[in-house]
């Protein structure tokens, strides 16, 4: 308890102290240090209510320390238990990570850094994910989130609009897990904005983004890759008497068919697993991600 209590004492001075330093573009390995010390400590205790009492203290001077350019370009190759990931066009960083509970369950946390020369712009992200109804529809504001931690970020463009489109991973519990599909916008007044409709031909096309529930005991594959697809042209070969299809080369979201191994566990997601060596997946295309099904997959 002393140590815990030494840490938050050096952490309110650091928090007041940062400024002078930070501008200087100094002691941001000491701050790493302090980051990392805490996170060390959330993953030792059991205890939930000491875990958010830490996590508080590890956001806070995250937060704190991300408004300073210096920061953007930083690695915090120490801190291990945290993503850093940047935009392809390097206008913004997220930094995302997980706080496991003792009931299985997982509270998500996010920041996302937007670069600036003087003062960089730090959104604090809330997860809303247990109080969101029919997640795969809702347009999501005002810092909510549907929580996940996220592994890849793609960017696609459509007329004068950026989409930035999300993969992750979600420990829902210790039964299931989930793998998700979302989209980041900004608005004019440069707020985040996490959905978007541009879904189309999976399921009826209302989906805003795009959930897959699977069991926690199997693994499943959505990445963005190089795949061979039919074009749906076709030239007859009078050799082999049949069609020869032109098939192109592009990159796409590809993700496992998922399903119980039972007919009597379908409809129940706790038992899905994937099925198969066939893909689906999503090809980005005049300003939406269409649906393919069936992809034979080129590099499984």
């Known amino acids: 308890m002393y140590y815990r209590n030494a840490i ?15 501008q200087k573009k ?8 302090s980051l990392r010390l805490i996170s060390t ?52 960083r997220i930094y995302n990570w997980n706080l496991p509970k003792s009931d299985g369950t997982n509270k998500y946390f ?4 937007v670069k600036n020369k003087k003062k960089n712009k730090v959104i604090e992200l809330s997860d ?20 996940a931690l996220y592994y890849k970020i793609l960017m696609n463009k459509s007329g004068n609009k950026v989409y930035y489109s999300l993969l992750g ?15 980041l916008t900004f608005d004019g007044q440069g707020n985040p904005v996490f959905g978007a409709k541009i879904f189309r031909k999976y399921h009826n096309g209302n989906n805003v983004r795009v959930i897959f ?11 963005f890759d190089q795949q061979t697809i039919p074009t749906g042209n076709k030239k007859w070969n009078p050799g082999r008497k049949a069609y020869d299809y032109e098939n192109r080369n592009v990159w796409m979201i590809v993700c496992d068919q998922l399903g119980p191994l039972l007919e009597p566990q379908e409809g129940q997601p706790v038992y899905n697993v994937p099925l198969g060596e ?3 997946g999503f090809l980005f295309e005049n300003g939406n991600w269409n649906f393919i099904q069936n992809i034979s997959a080129k590099n499984n």
């Open 278 to 280: 066939n893909l689906d």
């Open 169 to 183: 991973w979600d420990g829902c519990n210790s039964l299931m897990f989930q793998k998700v599909i979302d989209v």
């Open 128 to 147: 809303a994910s247990s109080s969101i109804n029919d997640p795969e529809f809702r347009i999501l504001v005002s810092g909510k989130w549907y929580g």
């Open 41 to 92: 400590e959330i993953r030792k205790t059991d205890n939930d209510s000491l875990k958010i009492l830490l996590n508080d203290h590890y956001l806070t001077l995250l937060k704190e320390t991300l408004i300073f350019p210096a920061t953007f370009n930083y690695p915090f190759d120490s801190l291990k238990t945290i993503g850093k990931i940047y935009s392809p066009d390097k206008k913004f």
């Open 213 to 223: 529930t699977y069991s926690s005991y199997a693994t499943m594959v959505l990445r």
């Open 8 to 22: 938050f004492v050096f952490l309110f001075g650091l928090a007041v102290w940062l400024p002078s330093y930070a």
């Open 26 to 33: 100094r002691a941001l390995h000491e701050i790493e240090d």
């Open 110 to 113: 996010c920041l996302i850094q």
